[in-house]
């Protein structure tokens, strides 16, 4: 989008839904409060989205495209597999911690009392992340011999819980605990555990 553009009232909604989210940690957000903060009536928003649900789909579709495209982009290229299952999970990390409302979304606090869809749709999201650490890990077994000391899959679920918990810690503390700070140190002793 071009700096002098305005965004259009469906990206102002789900910006201003994200920016809800990170400033009144806790809080549950209604459509009527959602609408004063745009500046439009209820009425107005569910003329772009036909309920919270999809305001919520809406920014979970954005970490989605956010994060599985650069995740692509991380296994293309010729790192080894430890390197990208820590871009990878850094890469998650930070997302998160520049975008504080989102960690709510993921860790399903913001979720509370919605459609189970959403929280549904979240599993999805961690099992996918699950998946491609897990295929990183079993390529690099299968081309580079290499080998980690539990099997493929209970490693990338460790490495996966590790950061799941810095998030959870991040939205617990209002956003205070940063989920990167002392992430490469952690890092470290979680890859030098995983490999033979």
Avoid at 2 to 18: D, G, T, V, Y
Wanted: proline share 3%; net charge positive; hydrophobic share 40%.
């Amino acid at each position: 989008m071009n700096a002098q553009e305005k965004p259009s009232r469906r990206e102002q909604i789900l910006q201003s839904l994200a920016m809800m989210l990170e400033s009144d940690p806790g809080a549950r957000i209604t459509t009527a409060a959602l609408a004063k903060h745009v500046g439009v009536s209820e009425a107005a928003l569910y003329r772009h989205f036909p309920s919270k649900a999809r305001m919520f789909e809406g920014l979970i579709a954005f970490i989605e495209d956010t994060m599985f495209s650069r995740i692509t982009i991380i296994t293309g290229s010729d790192a080894n597999a430890i390197k990208q299952c820590e871009q990878i999970l850094t890469l998650l990390l930070a997302f998160v911690e520049k975008n504080p409302g989102m960690g709510r979304i993921l860790t399903g606090d913001a979720l509370s009392g919605e459609t189970d869809r959403l929280r549904q749709r979240i599993n999805q999201f961690f099992e996918r992340m699950e998946t491609q650490l897990k295929q990183i890990l079993r390529t690099a077994e299968q081309t580079e011999g290499f080998r980690t000391e539990l099997t493929g899959g209970t490693t990338a679920n460790l490495m996966l819980a590790c950061a799941e918990g810095r998030i959870r810690q991040f939205v617990r503390s209002e956003f205070k605990a940063r989920p990167t700070t002392n992430w490469a140190d952690q890092w470290s002793v979680i890859a030098t555990a995983a490999s033979r």
